[in-house]
């Protein structure tokens, strides 16, 4: 089973700013077959990226996903107010286990 | 407009049973894999189980393995998750999610908005 490791587990930031966050995984995720989910407080997720750094329907182009086998980054180019959320990663080939999420909050 | 309509839910004695239900509409539900994915409270989240589109594969997280039982009837366009032997860790709200394709490998493009289980006495 691989397990998915996401960093920082707090990301404290102010609308505008770049945010990065990092997803690694304990082994290669087959084929970049990794998908981003945002979740807002009270609200169901949302499918954010898929095969690592394909936009899901409707998501602006602020959010982006990059890397490949062990290392995957998601990245929001200038954050909006309605970003401040919580991001899991989730490799979804062989695995289907989420990361333990990312808050990015507002500083 | 893809929907997913979770119900079942509930308070339930440890050790009880309960059938979670999912009304799909918006697509070709006997097209597409699905899913159901917990998240206690507080906490991130947790796949339980999923089956394809056909309803013959079924996978369970060894957290669930051997209590809990996901099935379909595409006739009628609902997911079920049959839940037995339910422990007080087993308290979450559970989502519905509609996979992105027929069979492995999939993501959850689409989600309910969660039914909440609880199990206490």
């Known amino acids: 089973e691989i397990v998915l490791t996401q960093s920082p587990g707090t990301l404290s930031l102010s609308p505008g700013e770049r945010a990065t966050l990092s997803c690694r995984a304990s082994q290669s995720v087959s084929s970049s077959y990794l998908a981003w989910y945002q979740q807002k407080p009270g609200q169901a997720p949302r499918l954010l990226i898929y095969g690592a750094s394909s936009r899901a329907t409707g998501i602006p182009d602020r959010f982006s996903g990059s890397g490949s086998g062990t290392d995957f980054t998601l990245t929001i180019s200038r954050l909006e107010p309605e970003d401040f959320a919580v991001y899991y990663c989730?490799?979804?080939?062989?695995?289907?286990?989420f990361g333990q999420g990312t808050e990015v909050e507002i500083k | 407009e893809v929907q997913l309509l979770e119900s079942g839910g509930g308070l339930v004695q440890p050790g009880g049973s309960l059938r979670l239900s999912c009304v799909a509409s918006g697509f070709s539900f006997r097209s597409y894999a699905m899913s159901w994915v917990r998240q206690a409270p507080g906490k991130g989240l947790e796949w339980v189980s999923a089956?394809?589109?056909?309803?013959?594969?079924?996978y369970h997280a060894d957290s669930v393995k051997g209590r809990f039982t996901i099935s379909r009837d595409n006739s009628k366009n609902t997911l079920y998750l049959q839940m037995n032997s339910l422990r007080a860790d087993d308290t979450a709200l559970y989502y519905c999610?509609?996979?992105?394709?027929?069979?492995?490998?999939?993501?959850?493009?689409?989600w309910g908005q969660g039914n909440l289980v609880t199990v206490s006495s």
């Open positions: 989730q490799p979804y080939g062989d695995s289907r286990t």
């Open positions: 999610t509609k996979g992105s394709s027929s069979g492995r490998p999939y993501y959850f493009d689409s």
């Open positions: 089956i394809n589109a056909g309803g013959d594969d079924t």
